[in-house]
């Protein structure tokens, strides 16, 4: 009797090792399918992020481009050309010795 309870227990032992296999087994493949699936998301998603650091360098090139020919049009403003050229061309003032021709408007 002594030895039927011996092999019925290390039957459950050798049942719950089958099981505890299978159970981890079965998580496993569950975690590399969840990695998996959130593998392909993060590949999109960084996809998606690469082409809008590409967009904003060429936002920020844009920028820094447009904020040089604001600087160049600052200095050029402060020169004695620029308020001659405002002068001439806004407020119709002319140098006292200086002739100017208009073409004739019948044409």
Known sequence: MA???????AN???????????????L?????ATLSYKRSGLKTQEKEYSRQIAELK???KEADKRAKELEEYKEYVKTDEYIE???REKLGLVYKDEIIFEPDSDN
């Open 3 to 9: 030895k039927k309870r011996r092999t019925s227990a």
């Open 12 to 26: 459950r032992k050798k049942r719950i090792g089958r099981f505890t296999v299978l159970g981890i087994l079965v």
């Open 28 to 32: 496993g493949l569950v975690l590399c």
């Open 58 to 60: 060429k936002e920020k």
């Open 85 to 87: 050229e405002v002068a």
